[in-house]
């Protein structure tokens, strides 16, 4: 990527020195960029894109010199003769297409272009030019009513809105387990409300569900773009009089939420993705391209501003091309990098209708049929393809997700066809839906969610479902156990995490310790039982392999999981070295070591795991990661096994699934010989690379004893998610307490 923005900044410059004209302005230039570049070769993707921005300011100001602004007359806009009005421009809907289409093609098959989430960021840009040109003409003629703007907002996104949450809620009943759907309902009324960001923001967490599990995910963006819609009028209509106020106010709104949106980065990047604050700049960067539009009558017949529109519409479009093959799941965004598809879309809504890509690539008459359905097919795609992901997991094959596509196009041109057209269809002057129709069908899909929520749901598939042994052997264990928080138990730590406590009254008993990450919680859940009769304390930190000195990463790497934090793992092992010696112990060291791999092996699953060990930099290649791996595991093992009277067992990991295991459930009735299976096979290629790091280590340690949980979940052919019909994990990681009563059988009579 550091050599791709390397010639675009070669091209940009170039283009910068044409636009100035001048030699020894192109000189200096060149000589300035090749010194911030050597002083400063780590942010050449950050000057590519300031200098983009400053070859965009540079042209704007070359196509709007001598100008003049639309007359005011007694500080009022002029009437609308005089006011550049509001019209039909197809490219528009052109750059809607260019937007969906990426959208789809991502959810459906993200390799194939990683950055077709940004399609999200252009319709932004456009529904911030949209709204704020109506908004600034009504002004102008004096005919703005904040009843009316809301009115049509209520009938250009109610309709297909309510037929898709309706639709997806009769699905649900048929594809989710009563917990999901009960999911899926909050959703809904979430979504009815414009407050899906928010609902997703507060859910966020390692064991949030993942996003092909939330059919309604997708609505995260139109609460953004509602929640801009209760503002962005007020701001307008309070400065309809100040035409200048306004654009420096669009400006200094603009910088205010960009820089907040960088700042979140560093502290929650959760909120810098769902936060609306954090995404107003994106959509008040298509209000500053109205402003422009409304205020200059552009000539862009003149040869001089044809030329320039050319230009910017062929770097604009270039733009977005750039951002589709560019940023990826592990691109920190919303950040500076959201100015790629942005500025890109600015620039080719300023083009106007006259260039070659506004006329050939954006105004043919298929990309417009494409624009005109986007927004119904935004609504019908994700739902589709997410029922399609959770019903058949790794069976969704290439040809299902092409038929979802193609299905999703069908309900879309559907949906424009029969349900928004005939919204916008008039007899005699009057509506022939009314406006309260609509509402009253939104308001009953609110009502009836709320109910439901309140009531107990047998989802279809709940017939299906034998898994309630496993919650009730956890309510009897903790029941039956006086099962303490550290804290609870006076047990002196600094670690912040799952510290749990099962006393004795036996001073001599062996006790149990069991550390790690939540694998270890599920692992423990089997211990904490107060018939394994022997005192336990439980240490674990969600993600945190227990690895001194090793930090997980997602996709940002200013946003870790805080495992090296001093009451992180650090505190376990001070914790340890703190305990009284004065009786046997053993310490089960468990957690998830294939990640290590960097994915999990569920293809569903997005999530980005980067380990970084200490002051090393991120490793780059595969042997620089099992280097740190194995010193990482060399140091766990020199500290464990020097503490007194402790016997160390290494847990290998417990099998990992390509699927969720509910999976099995929604397909088949359970009979007594139901087992879930995985290819031992699968299993073995994923766990190979840890494993082998970890075998060869503990050739060191002859003093380790290990328990291998694949020696009882598995057999010779295959791994099995569950048992007599009953499952024995919680999702595609982590075993239930059934799993853990297995893989711990025996403990006692091992370790007495």
């Known amino acids: 990527m550091y050599y791709f923005f390397l010639v675009w900044i070669v091209v940009i410059s170039s283009c910068i020195a044409l636009r100035l004209g001048k030699s020894y302005f192109a000189l200096g230039l060149v ?32 196509m709007l010199a001598g100008l003049k602004q639309n007359q005011l007359h007694s500080g009022e806009y002029v009437d609308t003769q005089q006011t550049a009005k509001h019209q039909y421009r197809p490219e528009i809907d052109g750059l809607r297409a260019f937007a969906i289409v990426p959208v789809v093609i991502y959810h459906a098959f993200p390799s194939l272009m990683p950055g077709g989430f940004i399609g999200v960021d252009i319709f932004f840009v456009i529904s911030g030019f949209l709204i704020t040109q109506i908004l600034i003409e009504q002004n102008a003629k004096g005919t703005f009513t904040y009843v009316g703007f809301y009115e049509r907002r209520v009938r250009r996104i109610f309709p297909a809105l309510v037929l898709v949450l309706v639709t997806v809620l009769v699905m649900g009943w048929f594809v989710l387990f009563s917990v999901e759907y009960k999911d899926l309902i909050r959703h809904s009324i979430a979504g009815s409300l414009f407050m899906s960001n928010m609902l997703l923001y507060s859910q966020v967490g390692y064991f949030a569900q993942a996003s092909y599990a939330l059919p309604l995910l997708h609505l995260w963006s139109l609460g953004i773009e509602e929640q801009f819609y209760i503002v962005w009028p007020v701001v307008i209509t309070l400065l309809r009089k100040h035409r200048n106020g306004l654009l420096w106010t669009f400006l200094l709104l603009c910088i205010a939420s960009f820089v907040t949106t960088q700042y979140l980065h560093t502290t929650d990047s959760e909120a810098a ?92 008459k298929f990309v417009i049929f494409v624009g005109l359905i986007s927004y119904p097919l935004y609504l019908w795609h994700w739902p589709i393809l997410s029922f399609g992901m959770l019903y058949l997991e790794a069976d969704f094959t290439t040809y299902l997700r092409i038929g979802a596509i193609i299905l999703s196009v069908v309900l879309a041109f559907l949906t424009y066809w029969l349900v928004e057209r005939r919204v916008r269809e008039t007899r005699a002057k009057a509506k022939l839906v009314p406006t309260w129709q609509i509402l009253v069908a939104m308001l009953g899909v609110v009502l009836s969610a709320a109910i439901l929520l309140q009531r107990p749901i047998p989802t279809a598939v709940r017939a299906r479902m034998k898994t309630q042994t496993a919650k009730r052997t956890l309510a009897n264990i903790a029941a039956n156990t006086q099962i303490q928080t550290c804290q609870q138990a006076g047990f002196t730590t600094a670690f912040r995490g799952y510290c749990k406590v099962v006393a004795h009254s036996d001073a001599t008993r062996t006790q149990y310790i069991v550390i790690g990450d939540s694998i270890s919680k599920q692992f423990a859940e089997a211990l904490l ?32 999981m805080k495992c090296t934090n001093p009451n992180g793992i650090p505190a376990i092992y001070e914790t340890l070295k ?127 004893d290990t328990l291998d949980p694949m020696q009882i979940l598995c057999d010779a052919d295959n791994c099995y998610a569950a048992k007599d019909g009953q499952l024995l994990y919680y999702d595609d990681t982590h075993i239930n307490v059934l799993g853990a009563q297995l893989v711990t059988k025996g403990i006692k009579e091992r370790y007495p």
């Open 529 to 560: 039982d107060r018939t394994i009769d022997h005192p336990v304390v439980l240490m674990g930190k969600l993600a945190c392999v227990p690895m001194p000195g090793m930090e997980r990463y997602g996709a940002s790497d200013s946003v870790s």
């Open 273 to 364: 993705f769902y936060w609306p604050i954090s995404r107003f700049w994106e959509l008040g960067i298509g209000g500053i391209a109205a402003w422009i539009v409304s205020t200059y009558h552009i000539p862009y017949t003149q040869p001089q501003v044809r030329k320039i529109a050319s230009e910017l519409s062929w770097v604009g479009f270039v733009l977005l091309c750039i951002g589709f093959v560019i940023i990826n799941d592990a691109t920190m965004f919303p950040s500076y990098y959201a100015l790629i598809p942005t500025v890109g879309a600015f620039m080719l809504i300023l083009a106007g209708g006259q260039s070659w890509v506004s006329r050939v690539l954006l105004a043919n």
């Open 578 to 704: 703190t305990m009284p010696a004065d009786r046997d112990r053993v310490i089960f060291v468990v957690g998830r070591y294939t990640s290590i791999e960097g994915y999990k092996p569920n293809p569903q699953s997005r999530r980005v795991i980067r380990l970084k060990y200490r002051d090393r930099p991120f490793p780059e290649s595969n042997e620089q990661k099992q280097r740190d791996y194995r010193d990482s595991l060399i140091e766990m093992f020199d500290t464990l096994t020097k503490l007194p009277r402790a016997k160390v067992v290494f847990v290998y990991q417990t099998p990992e699934y390509p699927f969720a295991p509910n999976t099995c459930l929604r397909r088949a009735t359970l009979a007594d010989t139901w087992a879930c299976p995985v290819s031992r096979t699968f299993e073995d290629a994923y766990n190979a690379q840890y494993r082998n790091i970890v075998d060869d280590v503990l050739l060191l340690y002859p003093q380790i």
């Open 31 to 62: 000589g300035a960029v090749a010194g911030l570049l050597i002083l400063l070769p780590a942010y050449v993707n950050v000057l590519a894109i300031t200098l983009t921005v400053g070859w965009l300011v540079l042209s704007l100001m070359h």
